[in-house]
């Protein structure tokens, strides 16, 4: 079991900038993926970004509105995730969520308990 603990939320105005973080522990996620979701009132759960580990060291994902503006990072020891998120727009409001797919014979994904990102106009 992974438990995940989130911060950093907030408001903010459009055209800020906001921090998420996301730590995680109950086991070693040093070579596990670890990376964001959000989901809006109303709307389903997005994909935002994932770092990957790789035998060269962690690379990132991003859904094609986060490439430029968003940055998703990991700690040396792989156990917490950070999701830097520039130039916010109001559609972007939203709980932002961490998540761990657990390898397995049976992948299991474990979530944080979300952030609320609100970005007034």
């Known amino acids: 079991q992974v438990q995940m603990v989130e911060s950093g939320g907030g408001v903010v105005q459009a055209g800020g900038s906001l921090r998420l973080s996301c730590v995680a522990s109950g086991r070693t996620l040093v070579n596990v993926d670890m990376g964001w979701y959000r989901q809006a009132p109303g709307k389903e759960r997005e994909f935002v970004a994932m770092t990957r580990w790789t035998w060269r060291g962690y690379t990132s994902d991003y859904d094609d509105f986060a490439k430029d503006r968003f940055t998703n990072s990991r700690d040396n020891a792989g156990n917490a995730t950070y999701l830097e998120m520039n130039s916010l727009e109001p559609g972007e409001t939203a709980n932002y969520y961490c998540?761990?797919?657990?390898?397995?014979?049976?992948?299991?994904?474990?979530w944080g308990q979300g952030n609320q990102v609100t970005v007034s106009s």
């Open positions: 998540n761990v797919p657990l390898p397995g014979p049976v992948p299991v994904d474990s």
